[in-house]
């Protein structure tokens, strides 16, 4: 089956910080594993806390912060703990820009560089 996506994503994955509020009102400040990186969004795996669907959260990486929105949450009830979806509100800058791919890579052209 075609990836359906409309933007590249990175495989790998990165620690970063992630704040916000989680379902019981309460603060929380903890560090998660993010994947299946894009400009938009990402998948945070291995949070402790447990976030609302369209609750407002913090991710930092790097030194670089932007806002994003809870697209889903799931309990995975593993050593994974809660995994969630996350896409980027506004015109912000992504904090993990610098490790994805361009899109002459993935279309095949080559860099000059590469020649």
Known sequence: MADRRKEPRDRGSL??????LDAHGEVFHESALATNLSQSGALLTGVLAEPRCGDLIAVDHAGRQAVFRVVWVMDSRTEERVQVAIRKVGG???????????????????????R
């Open 92 to 114: 912000q800058s992504c904090p993990w820009e610098e490790i994805l791919p361009d899109e002459t890579e993935l279309a095949g052209v080559p860099h000059a560089g590469d």
């Open 15 to 20: 620690l970063v910080e992630v704040s916000g």
